[in-house]
């Protein structure tokens, strides 16, 4: 399969991951309400994974490639696949929630991220936060079936741009099905590969603007899983599962 073939969905295959939509938006919004100064990663997993067993759902992540995990919990200079940890939050961290369930064996995978304490608590990163969710909602006018995916990609990379943030170039945004991972893989920027693809009908993907205050690419340090930013400065990142229908689009999953 060439890198810009897609996965068109059923109608039944759809209802599936719409449902598992819903769980996971309940979910995020539950782990964004205890969110604050205090409190640990290692609480915050211990909470997702009560409202998966009291719902008999199944973790997307957890050894997903070996990732250790229920949730990504990413902490200011950490970019994405931060495994929690006994780290307690605190008032001006930015924290990355990136969270993935299974539902009747179909996948639903969204991200938000928040300034703990409030925009008081640290402005540059609640400035970050949104002008990298700004990005996502509105790059998604550009969404429509058979429009190339290269637009989309051009609007939030100059949206992020022209508030004079950055866009993590190596990472992308992706298709969903019965993995956590599929085609297409899409960057947020300008790419030659967004002209060879458009947007069809009863496709799902998860759009997910990567940002920072200036690096725009990542590195390792304490694993293999956590990423930073090559500057070590704060980063950001918003994620919609989103399904392209016959004429828009709809949003299965995440916070709006």
Known sequence: MASWEIIIKTPQQIENIRKSGEYLTELLYLIKDNCKAGVSLFELEDIAQDFMDQNNLKWAFKWYNWFPTNLCLSVNDCAVHGIPDDYVLKNGDLLKVDCGVIYNKWISDSAFAIVIGGEMANPLA??????????????????????????????????????????????????????????????????????????????????????????????????????????????????????????WYEILSGIQ
């Open 126 to 247: 609640h400035e970050l936060t949104m002008t990298t969710k700004k990005a996502l909602d509105l790059a998604l006018e550009k969404v429509w079936p058979w429009k190339y995916i290269y637009e989309f990609s051009k609007e939030v990379y100059n949206i992020v741009k022209n508030d004079w943030f950055d866009i993590i170039k190596n990472l992308t945004w992706h298709g969903v099905w019965v993995k956590v991972h599929e085609k297409p893989s899409i960057y947020n920027r300008p790419h030659p590969d967004g002209k060879k693809i458009k947007f069809q009908p009863w496709m799902v993907v998860c759009f997910e603007p990567i940002t920072s205050i200036e690096s725009d690419e990542v590195k390792l340090k304490d694993n293999d899983r956590n990423l930073y930013c090559k500057k070590w400065d704060l980063w950001s990142h918003w994620e919609y599962m989103v399904l392209i229908t016959d004429d």
